[in-house]
């Protein structure tokens, strides 16, 4: 699993940091991004939707799952 931290970035910077590590990650790989701006809640899922990424949840406080489907 791949970890972005973007505690302490406002959105739609965790978004930002999100997509820019994605081509980075494998097919099938899971990214966990960390953010603790509450508006990443649901930025996260919809740019999932928007983007045709898996959105897995929230394993845990402020950490968001996206699996790169494409």
Avoid: F, H
């Avoid at 505690?7 to 930002?16: D, E, K, S």
């Avoid at 994605?22 to 991004?33: Q, T």
């Amino acid at each position: 699993m791949i970890e972005v931290d973007s505690r302490g970035r406002r959105c739609p910077l965790p978004i930002i940091d999100l997509a820019r590590q994605l081509p980075d990650v494998p097919v099938g790989e899971v990214i966990r991004v960390l953010a603790d701006d509450p508006a990443a809640a649901n930025d996260i899922p919809a740019w999932c939707r928007l983007k045709g990424q898996e959105y897995l949840g929230s394993s845990a406080p402020d950490a968001y799952d996206v699996r790169r489907v494409s």
